[in-house]
């Protein structure tokens, strides 16, 4: 899949993604940005990316992106050292991007394990990590579930990956990892 965009979070995403590949930073692109990705598109707020990002790579990543981003050293070497989130807000559009910690957990690993990669620009060539829409499907039902089961939006993500994706998700694997989350 080809996906163009020269403004706007797949702009953000480019920017962001490649400052990772650079520097070494394993992620991939997850939350609602993933889930219309893979399924129907819905508008999102925000721009979630899980990253493996190490304490020695802040002080680079900080810099490579603090002048179209706003970012906090601190606030990222925190988060890092704490293995929670942290957000960086794009100044042109302030559109905020959440960056979630990679965990070292078996389902965390293989979700790394299992990501894909996806053109989406031609000129020049730019590929992205994706979440799987398997991984996708599990993670919105398990915020789904940890929301008390009441989100329209976790829920209706859930139902148009699977809408869009049926023939291809590998129902073994949903079924393991659901037992296992």
């Given amino acids: 899949m080809l996906l163009m965009d020269n403004s ?14 650079r520097l070494g930073i394993k992620y991939l692109v997850g939350g609602s ?4 990705f893979h399924g129907i598109p ?3 707020q925000d721009i979630d990316i ?9 002080n680079k990543l900080v810099k490579a992106l603090e002048g179209a981003f706003y970012i906090d050293e601190q606030m990222v070497q925190g988060a890092v050292k704490q293995s929670s989130s942290f957000n960086i807000i794009h100044l042109n ?14 389902y965390s690993k293989e979700e790394m394990d299992r990501r894909e990669k996806y053109k989406i620009s031609k000129d020049p060539v730019q590929e992205v990590y994706f979440a799987s ?15 008390g089961e009441i ?9 148009g990956v699977i809408k869009v994706q049926h023939k291809n998700l590998d129902l073994d694997y949903l079924k393991q990892k ?3 989350l």
């Fill in 50 to 58: 899980v990253a493996d990002i190490k304490s020695e790579q802040v």
């Fill in 133 to 147: 829409a398997e991984d996708i499907i599990l993670n919105k039902l398990h915020w789904y579930k940890i929301g």
């Fill in 33 to 36: 940005f993933a889930s219309s």
């Fill in 151 to 159: 989100s329209e939006r976790q829920w209706d993500d859930v139902l």
């Fill in 178 to 180: 659901a037992k296992y």
């Fill in 42 to 44: 819905r508008a999102t």
């Fill in 93 to 106: 559009t302030m559109y905020k991007v959440d960056i979630f910690p990679f965990t070292q957990d078996k």
């Fill in 8 to 21: 706007g979070p797949l702009h953000i995403i480019k920017i962001i993604t490649e400052v990772f590949e």
